[in-house]
């Protein structure tokens, strides 16, 4: 018995217009042979913009729909299928979608909108971010990359357009804007994504995993439908977090981060320890729900973010010093961070 998720075309945003599909551009290979050297198949005009149908003109042949199988745990015969779409980084065949369409899988085939379907390996993903990188046999593919772009300079209010594959048969699209940057939003891992773009731009069932593009036809975020969401709000993980995960997924397979254990919550300037993850680096040194973190190696703390991001200053093994309030008492306590695990419970 198969099952399978329901493939639902991607919808026009609330605000904006639909794309209509229109002809497909037909062209050698672009980019170069690694991320690092891609070269996007995307042109600008005169004036810096393109419209949507152009946009979607020259984008939509790199997008690619997959499908994904893996076992069923309950039977360990029974096959779940799992689709999401994708898009070409480079001409030796690497592909980037959500790390949740590929969780577990046993095999995994990717379909281009000109037709073929290959099969895919996964390199490697990252669950913290909701990326993984595919790649597939490049030889006899007409691959089209996609460049990413500056991701920094995306504002709230700025124009953008979705793109996905639900079907393989060809890509569907919608316009929207940047509803809100610098979001922070927990991904199917459990933890927390920093920095994530918010939009109007619906993203539907199987179109996770495709570009989010602005208005020069730049990829200037990954879409992400988070499992078990309501799929009202539009999610997208920006290219300046892809480009670091990804060159980290090609070089060893997967990205190592510091983990120490523990989440917060943050008023008026104190940072406040709200959950401690059992056996984790920050309940073995003692850390306590409630405790107030003070300081990070002498570092004063009163955002989240500046507390988390002192922490991926370091690599695991490393100890660092919280300077910690208690009942009215201060005291320091050394926590050694260790690797971050798939998944966690807290922090």
Do not use: W
Not at 107 to 120: C, E, I, L, N, R
Not at 151 to 180: E, F, K, Q
Not at 191 to 219: C, K, M, Q, R, W
């Amino acid at each position: 018995m198969t099952t399978r998720q329901v493939v639902v075309p991607l919808l026009a945003a609330v605000v904006g217009s639909a794309i209509t599909a229109a002809a497909l551009i037909a062209g050698g290979s672009g980019g170069a042979a690694s991320l690092a050297r891609q070269q996007g198949v995307l042109t600008v005009g005169a004036d810096g913009h393109l419209t949507a149908n152009e946009i979607y003109d020259r984008a939509a042949p790199s997008v690619v729909f997959i499908s994904a199988r893996s076992v069923q745990p309950a039977s360990g015969t029974e096959f779940h299928v799992s689709t999401g779409s994708g898009f070409v980084l480079d001409s030796d065949g690497h592909v980037l979608t959500n790390a949740h369409v590929v969780s577990g899988v046993t095999s995994v085939d990717v379909t281009f909108q000109d037709g073929p379907t290959v099969p895919a390996h996964v390199i490697g993903k990252d669950e913290q971010t909701d990326l993984a990188v595919l790649a597939v046999a490049a030889s006899g593919l007409n691959l089209r990359p996609l460049e990413l772009g500056d991701s920094s300079s995306v504002r709230a209010g700025d124009p953008v357009v979705v793109l996905g594959n639900p079907t393989g048969d060809s890509a569907s699209a919608g316009t929207g804007r940047i509803a809100a940057a610098g979001r922070q939003v927990e991904a199917p891992g459990g933890y927390l994504i920093e920095n994530v773009f918010e939009t109007d731009a619906v993203i539907e069932p199987s179109t996770s995993g495709g570009p989010l593009l602005d208005d020069s036809g730049h990829v200037v975020g990954i879409t992400s439908r988070i499992p078990g969401g309501d799929g009202a709000t539009g999610y997208a993980v920006p290219a300046d977090t892809a480009r670091e995960v990804v060159g980290k997924i090609e070089q060893s397979g997967k990205v190592v981060r510091p983990y120490i254990g523990l989440r917060c919550a943050a008023a008026g300037g104190v940072v406040r320890v709200s959950a401690v993850s059992a056996g984790g680096p920050a309940d073995k040194a003692g850390i306590h729900v409630g405790d107030v973190i003070e300081s990070i190696d002498g570092r004063p703390v009163t955002t989240i973010a500046g507390l988390f991001g002192q922490v991926l200053r370091h690599n695991p093994g490393d100890a660092v010093d919280l300077r910690v309030l208690r009942d009215g008492t201060r005291g320091s306590v050394p926590v050694t961070l260790l690797e971050r695990p798939a998944t966690m419970s807290a922090g």
